[in-house]
Nanobody, 116 residues
């Protein structure tokens, strides 16, 4: 079992920045890929950014150049630095961890609200 706890969400004006954190605990030795997803009201959950165990990253087109995903393996934490935020970025942001056995775990989510 893996437990994920997100933090760092909040209310910010358009153009501002936030940094989300996701701390993992439990059977972390088996963790491989970690990613951030988001779900806006009335919309499907979408993948925002991914980072592999080797540090390779990938981003949704909508956030490229504005968001940066990183991980600190010593702290078992993954981050999402969000810059130049837009009202369209408003959503609940979820952290997901996938083990080498292809089992995924989700955090409880953290609300990000960007005002215009």
């Amino acid at each position: 079992q893996v437990q994920l706890v997100e933090s760092g969400g909040g209310l910010v004006q358009a153009g501002g920045s936030l940094r989300l954190s996701c701390a993992a605990s439990g059977s972390i030795f088996s963790l491989n890929t970690m990613d951030w997803n988001r779900q806006a009201p009335g919309k499907q959950r979408e993948l925002v950014a991914t980072i592999t165990g080797g540090g390779s990253t990938n981003y949704a087109d909508s956030v490229k150049g504005r968001f940066t995903i990183s991980r600190d393996n010593a702290k078992n934490t993954v981050y999402l630095q969000m810059n130049s935020l837009k009202p369209d970025d408003t959503a609940v942001y979820y952290c997901r961890a996938t083990t080498r056995y292809a089992v995924s775990y989700w955090g409880q989510g953290t609300q990000v609200t960007v005002s215009s």
